[in-house]
Structure formats: C-alpha cells, structure tokens
T-cell receptor, first 113, second 112 residues
Framework: EPEVTQTPSHQVTQMGQEVILRCVPI?????FYWYRQILGQKVEFLVS????????KSEIFDDQFSVERPDGSNFTLKIRSTKLEDSAMYFC???????????FGPGTRLLVL | GENVEQHPSTLSVQEGDSAVIKCTYSDSASNYFPWYKQELGKRPQLIID?????GEKKDQRIAVTLNKTAKHFSLHITETQPEDSAVYFC???????????FGAGTRLTVKP
C-alpha cells in the first residue's frame, strides 16, 4: 500500500539556522499538508497546499515558514531561521480529490539547540 | 476558527472493558470527523471516521457516534486489549479548506 514518506527522520540544528523538511506524498494525491506536534501535545495544523499554492495556513505558519513543491514528487517545508520553540515532530499528510481522509507520513523530529 | 475539545486526557481501563472518548467541536460547518491512533514516536493512524450525514459508524470493536445538533462525537472501543494502548486524537474538518483541527488527545492504557 502506498505511503507518505518523509526525510530526514531526525534533524538537529542550531538556533538561527535554516532547515528544509522533505515529504513525498502518495503519488496520485493532490492536496498536501504540514502539521507539527510539540512533544506530548496535540497535532497542530500549519498549512495546506493545492495546485501549487497555499490554500490555508494557521497562525503558527508565520513568515519564517514556507512551503514548496519543487518537482512532481517532493513537498518541502522550510524554516528560515529556527527558534528553540520550533523543536517538534513535523508531519506531512496528503489526500486526493474528493477525499477528506488524510494520510500521514512518519514525521521528522526536529531539535533546535 | 474551529476548536476541538477532547476528554478525558487520560483513561485507564481493564482488559475487556469498554473505553469511551468524547470530543466537541465549535464550527457547525465541519462535516468530517476522523479518529487517529498514535503509538509512541509513530505517525497518527486513521482508525475510523464519520461524516456529518451519518449518526453512527462501526468497525468491529470500534464505533463512532456523532450528534450534529450538540456538536459532539465520541469514540467507543469495546473488549479492549493491551494493544489498544495508545494516544487517540479526534479531529474535525470542513470540505472547503480540509485543514484538520485536532483535539488534545487521550492517553488510553489497557491493563492486562
């Protein structure tokens, strides 16, 4: 069964550095999402993406964040200048036209020191 | 925006007993309500979902009920087993945006 994949599984970075988290959604899916989960807390919506543009973003998704679909398979989340409070698990998800069920990737655990 | 409240935050049951987790939502336009199970360090896995045109849905030992008028929905797990131990999240979304808003999660422990 096809699955959403994410790389890297773990990323450690220094505060102020840029990080790019990568996701490969399921191949026939058209809608893409990023969520984050701070340790021990709930999953929080960051951004949704469709037709090469952002559909919706939350209050968390400020100017430090950006998303891109650089080619036909990858979907990336960039954090321009990381802060300590960006430490979290970041999940990518995707779904297809007419389907509301979202399928999650395994996540990238980001640690900002 | 949508606000999803989930209770209880922790739930401990004996193996074989039933477990019930409840969620409320604020946006009457929400029409899709999935439940995810998350084991430690793993991705959320969809276990069951319900749409607003349905009041109840069952899949083996798992059932979900939805009360649109009261804006609440519940997860019921019967004949619980130790492998049901995990954190369960409810969520709500609308067709237009489809961004999901999650509840705070319930840590379910099933004691053998």
């Amino acid at each position: 069964e096809p699955e959403v994949t994410q790389t890297p599984s773990h990323q450690v970075t220094q505060m102020g550095q840029e990080v790019i988290l990568r996701c490969v959604p399921i191949s026939n899916h058209l809608y893409f999402y990023w969520y984050r989960q701070i340790l021990g807390q709930k999953v929080e919506f960051l951004v949704s993406f469709y037709n090469n543009e952002i559909s919706e973003k939350s209050e968390i998704f400020d100017d430090q964040f950006s998303v891109e679909r650089p080619d036909g398979s990858n979907f990336t989340l960039k954090i321009r200048s990381t802060k300590l409070e960006d430490s979290a698990m970041y999940f990518c998800a995707s779904n297809t036209q007419g389907e509301q069920t979202q399928y999650f990737g395994p996540g990238t655990r980001l640690l900002v020191l | 925006g949508e606000n999803v409240e989930q209770h209880p935050s922790t739930l401990s049951v004996q193996e074989g007993d039933s477990a019930v987790i409840k969620c409320t939502y604020s946006d009457s336009a929400s029409n899709y309500f999935p439940w995810y199970k998350q084991e430690l360090g793993k991705r959320p896995q969809l276990i069951i979902d319900i749409r607003s045109n349905v009041g109840e849905k069952k899949d083996q030992r798992i059932a979900v009920t939805l009360n649109k008028t009261a804006k609440h929905f519940s997860l019921h797990i019967t004949e619980t087993q130790p492998e049901d131990s995990a954190v369960y999240f409810c969520a709500a979304s609308k067709t237009r945006n489809n961004d999901m808003r999650f509840g705070a999660g319930t840590r379910l422990t099933v004691k053998p």
